[in-house]
């Protein structure tokens, strides 16, 4: 066999099954998010804060930060152990790929654990990923720093190593696809109620948001801390 076949078939079933999965998303989003109005445009940023939440409740987080971006994007950043950027054995690609293409992915990713963080449907980050025009993740761990970028889901490159760290987490920036999505503009006062919620039904987890889009008075952006 050809060197060209055989990478071809290597490209295959694994692929394609995660190419379908996104587009099956991105076909029927209110099947996964519940609506594509304002509520499934917040929702998404509850499912990327749902994983931090998990990696706390697992007792190697203790710091979760929502960042409303100048452009309404969402950042979410976290200081767990980062999301495993190792080669996964069975799909021959990082860990960390698996996790943010493929529907379901992951123990911690179904949805026994997002019951007990309160999340809501629990589908996963690699809906949101279905549902964004760009993400892209960045992982501290191993004393080094990971990313990978996506579009509509899919990768733009393989995960690669872009410098060294002294700590460990995940921060996740997406942007919501706005030809699927009705409403394109974040509320502040929305996203900082569930995270007081959160914050009262995970106590011991230091939760901020931040608006970057607004500053107060003095200067200083538009930021609440929960912490219970
Ligand atoms: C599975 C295994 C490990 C970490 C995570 C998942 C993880 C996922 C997310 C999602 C957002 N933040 C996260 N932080 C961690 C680590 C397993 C290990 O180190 O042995």
Do not use: W
Request: proline share 2%; aromatic share 8%.
């Amino acid at each position: 066999m050809s060197e060209e076949n055989k990478n071809n078939e290597e490209y295959g079933a694994d692929n394609i099954q995660v190419l379908e999965g996104l587009e099956a998303v991105r076909k029927r989003p209110a099947m996964y998010i519940g609506d594509v109005g304002q509520k499934g445009l917040h929702h998404l940023v509850y499912e990327v804060v749902d994983n931090s939440i998990d990696e706390a409740l697992a007792g190697h987080c203790s710091d979760i930060d929502v960042f409303i971006n100048e452009d309404n994007s969402i950042t979410v950043k976290d200081n767990g152990r980062g999301i495993p950027t190792a080669l996964h054995e069975k799909e021959k690609k990082s860990a960390l790929e698996v996790v943010m293409t493929v529907l379901h992915a992951g123990g911690k990713f179904d949805k026994g654990s997002y019951k007990v963080s309160g999340g809501l449907h629990g589908v996963g980050v690699s809906c949101v990923n279905a549902l964004s025009t760009d993400l892209r993740v960045e992982v501290h761990r191993g004393g080094k720093v990971f990313e990978q970028e996506y579009k509509i889901g899919v990768p733009q490159y393989d995960v690669r190593e872009i410098g060294t760290t002294d700590r460990t987490g995940t921060e996740v920036t997406f942007k919501p696809d706005l030809s699927i999505f009705v409403e394109s503009i974040y509320h502040y006062d929305i996203l900082a109620a569930r995270l007081r919620e959160l914050s009262f039904l995970n106590k011991g987890i230091n939760l901020s948001i931040t608006d970057l889009r607004r500053k107060n008075d003095d200067g200083t952006h538009v930021n609440e801390k929960f912490f219970s």
